[in-house]
C-alpha cells in the first residue's frame, strides 16, 4: 500500500469541501503558506491546478476564489464520467489477459484493506488505482485522457462521497461484481456494473449536496 503524503491541493481540496472555504471566498497563497508550513510554491502550484477542476476560479487582478458549482453541472459530470469508464469497463471485459486479472484482484484486495482501515482517503487512492488498472486494460488512449480530464474535476466530491456512512463498504461490494464481470468476460455485465458504481443519482446526489450544504452552513456559523 502506497503511503500517504501530506498534500496541501487535499489539504486545501478539503477546506472547500468542508466549508472552511466558501464560495467566492478569496485564497491567498501568502497566509496558507504560513498555516501549512511550507513555501509559497506548493500552494501556488495547488492553487493552479484546483483552477484546472473548476473548483477554485481565477479573477484578473484580485486572484484566486472559491467557485460555486451548481448541482446540475455536478450532476452532470457525474453522468459523462459513468458513461466513460462503463465504456472501459466494457473494452476490458473483452481485452483483459489472465495477468491482467490477476493485477485487477490484488487491487481489489488492497482496496479491502483500506476499507477495513476506515480511511477514506486511502481508499480513495487505492480505489484509484484500481480504476486507473482497468483503463489500461481497455486499451483505449483517448479514452483514458478524457477521462484523466473530467476526473480533475470531479476527485474532491468523490473524495467526500467516500465519506458518507458505509459508502467503502457498497464501494468495495461493487468492485467485487465489477472484477468478477471482467473475469468472465462478460462485457455487457462489466459495462453495467461500472455504470451502477460510477453513477451518483437519486439519494446518493442528494446526501452528497446535503453534505456540501452541511459543511458550508457550519463552518459559517
Known amino acids: 500500500m502506497k503511503e500517504l503524503k501530506f498534500s496541501v491541493h487535499d489539504a486545501l481540496e478539503d477546506r472547500i469541501l ?5 464560495p467566492g471566498s478569496r485564497v ?5 503558506a504560513e498555516e501549512f508550513g511550507v513555501s509559497r510554491t506548493p500552494v501556488r502550484q495547488a492553487i493552479f491546478q484546483l483552477a484546472a477542476t473548476g473548483l477554485l476560479e ?3 487582478r484580485r486572484g484566486a476564489f472559491v467557485a460555486d458549482i451548481g448541482p446540475q453541472l455536478l450532476s452532470e459530470m457525474f453522468q459523462v464520467m459513468a458513461e466513460l469508464e462503463a465504456l472501459c469497463a466494457a473494452n476490458a471485459a473483452r481485452r483483459a489477459t489472465t495477468s491482467d486479472i490477476d493485477a485487477l484482484q490484488t487491487c481489489h484486495e488492497e482496496c479491502g484493506q483500506a476499507a477495513k482501515s476506515g480511511d477514506s482517503d486511502r481508499y480513495y487512492y487505492e480505489n484509484e488505482t484500481f480504476h486507473e488498472l482497468i483503463r489500461t486494460i481497455s486499451g483505449n488512449s483517448f479514452l483514458r485522457e478524457e477521462i484523466a480530464r ?10 467526500l462521497q467516500l465519506r458518507a456512512r458505509n459508502r467503502m463498504e457498497i464501494s468495495l ?3 467485487a461484481s465489477i472484477v468478477d464481470a471482467i473475469r468472465k468476460g462478460d462485457a455487457s455485465a462489466a459495462n453495467a ?5 460510477i453513477k451518483i443519482q437519486g439519494d446518493r446526489f442528494a446526501d452528497l449536496l446535503a453534505t456540501l450544504s452541511r459543511n458550508r452552513n457550519a463552518a459559517a456559523e
Do not use: C, I, N, S
Open 28 to 32: 491567498d497563497e501568502v497566509t496558507l
Open 58 to 60: 481565477h479573477r484578473p
Open 173 to 175: 461490494t461493487e468492485h
Open 150 to 159: 473530467l476526473q480533475k474535476r470531479l476527485k474532491a466530491y468523490r473524495r
Open 193 to 197: 456494473a461500472m455504470r451502477d458504481h
Open 18 to 22: 468542508t466549508g472552511q472555504l466558501l
